[in-house]
C-alpha cells in the first residue's frame, strides 16, 4: 500500500528566491552530469572505468 502526503508552501519573498536558486542549481547539476555520461556513450571505443569518470569532478 502506498501513502502519500502533500504539503503546501508559503514562502517568503526571500524564501522563494531561495528556492528559485536551488532549482537551477539541480538542473544545472543534472545537465552536467546528462552530458558526462552522453560524451563517454559518444566514445564507443572508449569503455570508462568508474575511476576515470570521477576524475572529470
Known sequence: M???FKT???P???QKTLLAK???IARHAY???SSVI???EVMK???PHRWQM???V
Open 8 to 10: 503546501e508552501l508559503h
Open 12 to 14: 517568503t519573498k526571500q
Open 22 to 24: 536551488h532549482a537551477g
Open 45 to 47: 571505443s572508449f569503455a
Open 31 to 33: 545537465n552536467w552530469g
Open 38 to 40: 552522453l560524451s563517454f
Open 2 to 4: 502506498l501513502v502519500g
Open 54 to 56: 570521477f576524475s572529470f
